[in-house]
């Protein structure tokens, strides 16, 4: 697929699953209702790429067979441990299927285990024989909740065991679960993180150490403020599990349109990031779902940067005047105070110290939606670095200081307004 982001070959696709660079090969699984391009009983699709930017769909890796994900495979993740993909993923079985849609439930019915499945190969994996459920649902009310407690994210730590952070709540209020093993097979509960005014239930959490910093970046759902993806610093301590989160917590994205980060290494240990772009409407091919460019992670001075991954950046080499909307192309430039520039219909524009987006022309109609989005004030300058790909359109502002990424359809221009922009095309 001669696209620069991955998206769904039919239906639904969501939350990125088990994003892992295994035997020379990137692979993204993804939350999949393969039938419509909507939510539904969930499976795992997959796809490998070599480059992070041509991705080949693969046939469907996990789908519900046992009583513990008979209702769906939710999110999780992969490790590597001695030659094997291990991936980790959230079974739910419904207490009460809606009769008019069994793929769905009806008052929020169900309970949640987290299930393990190994691949000696990464591409085949038996989902009849070799499925194990590791951590039963959680009964202990001041631990964790029946329904709500999923997305398991494993990495091997530092003392060669291996931990797991899921998503939970208790009485309300969002918090994550931290359990640790020796063998990927037998866990234990051993701590909770958590903080004030931050969501009833977080999703899809994910740890990682870069730059010699902790950082978490989880997605809490919340009734009034919406659920949005956040990252922040993070101190973990392995003996006790014990997690210290910083109160400076920050938009992922502040397009508000992605959700459910997950992170691995790259070919070379760079710790990279990919999200859900979720959409309002299906698009051209009836599909709805697609991913943002896998971003590198760093820490600087206390600030996290999402830059573009450089094996997606230096394929745009070709220079135009002319791109065309529906094939991906990048877009340099330096805005002045008050200066704009409009790609398609999408504007961008620098007004007091920030950056601002405006996509009310290409959202077809959509006001319940965040269409005006804007950076907080910026340090590093007014440089921009931008991807358009039909129906995306992702922001790089300083080399990633802030990111503002949002879906789009119907981008009409063919010119993009601003004498001052260099646009380039992908080599080839």
């Not at 930017?53 to 495979?73: R, V, Y």
């Not at 202990?140 to 329904?147: A, T």
């Not at 070379?268 to 859900?276: D, E, K, L, Q």
């Amino acid at each position: 697929m001669n696209s620069i982001h991955l998206r769904a070959p039919k239906g639904w696709i969501n939350d990125p699953n088990g994003f892992i660079y295994y035997k020379g090969k990137y692979h993204m699984f993804y939350q999949h209702f393969p039938y419509a391009p909507q939510w539904g009983r969930m499976h795992w699709g997959h796809a490998v790429s070599d480059d992070l930017t041509n991705w080949e769909h693969l046939d469907i890796a996990l789908f519900p067979t046992k009583t513990d994900d008979s209702d769906g495979c939710f999110s999780g993740s992969a490790v590597e441990h001695n030659g094997k993909m291990h991936l980790f993923y959230t079974g739910v079985h419904y207490n009460e299927p809606d009769p008019e849609n069994v793929n769905c439930n009806l008052n929020d019915d169900f309970i949640s285990a987290q299930l393990h499945i190994s691949s000696d190969d990464g591409y085949t994996f038996d989902n009849f024989n070799n499925k194990a459920t590791i951590i039963p649902p959680v009964k202990e009310s001041d631990i964790g909740d029946m329904i709500h407690t999923r997305d398991p994210k494993v990495w091997k730590g530092n003392d060669g065991n291996w931990y797991m952070i899921l998503g939970s709540t208790v009485n309300h209020m969002g918090r994550v679960l931290f359990y640790r093993s020796s063998d990927l097979l037998n866990w234990k509960y051993i701590n909770y993180a958590s903080c004030n005014d931050m969501g009833w239930m977080w999703e899809c959490p994910d740890y990682f150490e870069t730059d010699g910093q902790g950082v978490i970046i989880f997605s809490p759902m919340d009734e009034e403020k919406g659920n949005q993806a956040v990252c922040a610093l993070a101190d973990f301590d392995e003996q006790n599990c014990t997690m210290n989160i910083s109160h400076d917590i920050k938009y992922f994205d502040y397009g508000l349109d992605l959700y459910a980060p997950q992170s691995t290494t790259d070919k070379f240990g760079r710790r990279i990031v990919s999200a859900w772009l979720r959409m309002s409407e299906p698009m051209e091919n009836n599909t709805i779902g697609l991913f943002s460019i896998p971003r590198i992670c760093e820490v600087k001075n206390d600030h996290i940067y999402f830059r573009p991954h450089p094996d997606i950046a230096k394929k745009f080499t070709v220079k135009t005047n002319t791109p065309d909307m529906k094939k991906p192309f990048m877009v340099k430039i330096d805005l002045a105070e008050n200066e704009s520039i409009s790609i398609g219909g999408y504007i961008i524009k620098r007004k007091n110290g920030r950056i601002i987006t405006n996509r009310c022309g290409v959202i077809r109609g959509h006001e319940e939606l965040q269409n005006i989005c804007e950076t907080p004030m910026l340090k590093d300058g007014f440089s921009l670095e931008i991807y358009v790909d039909e129906n995306i359109i992702e922001v790089f502002v300083n080399n990633g200081e802030y990111v503002i990424t949002n879906a789009v359809y119907d981008l009409t221009e063919k010119i993009i307004v601003n004498e001052n922009a260099e646009t380039y095309v992908l080599e080839g």
